[in-house]
Nanobody, 125 residues
Framework: QVHLVESGGGSVQAGGSLRLSCAAS??????????VGWYRQAPGKQREAVAG???????NYADSVKGRFTISRDNAKNTVYLQMNSLKPEDTAVYYC?????????????????WGQGTQVTVSS
């Protein structure tokens, strides 16, 4: 069983930065063809893809976060990161990390097999 645990959420003012971490049990992130992703869900809204990364380092970003957010992974530490800069109030949401063994790093959440419990990010104006 794979467990993903997010951390690093919190409250910041607009323009600030946060770095989210997602630690995995076992060595899933160093496994061949495991892609990772970050999603978020704001109150009353559907879960949306934020960023994804393939096992080889290819990335996808939602248009709303391009140039501000960066996804990265440290396979040796079994950890995935989401660096968030120039935060805006509309970035407020619960952020989830996800992983799948199919090397899919797109936006469809049903393609991800493993999910964390989420971490709250609140950006005030």
């Amino acid at each position: 069983q794979v467990h993903l645990v997010e951390s690093g959420g919190g409250s910041v003012q607009a323009g600030g930065s946060l770095r989210l971490s997602c630690a995995a049990s076992g060595s899933i992130f160093s496994s061949i063809a495991v892609a990772v992703g970050w999603y978020r869900q704001a109150p009353g809204k559907q879960r949306e893809a934020v960023a994804g990364m393939s096992s080889r380092g290819s990335t996808n970003y939602a248009d709303s976060v391009k140039g501000r957010f960066t996804i990265s992974r440290d396979n040796a530490k079994n950890t995935v990161y989401l660096q968030m800069n120039s935060l805006k109030p509309e970035d407020t949401a619960v952020y989830y990390c996800a992983a799948n063994p199919s090397d899919y790093y797109g936006s469809r959440p049903n393609m991800y097999n493993y999910w964390g419990q989420g971490t709250q990010v609140t950006v005030s104006s």
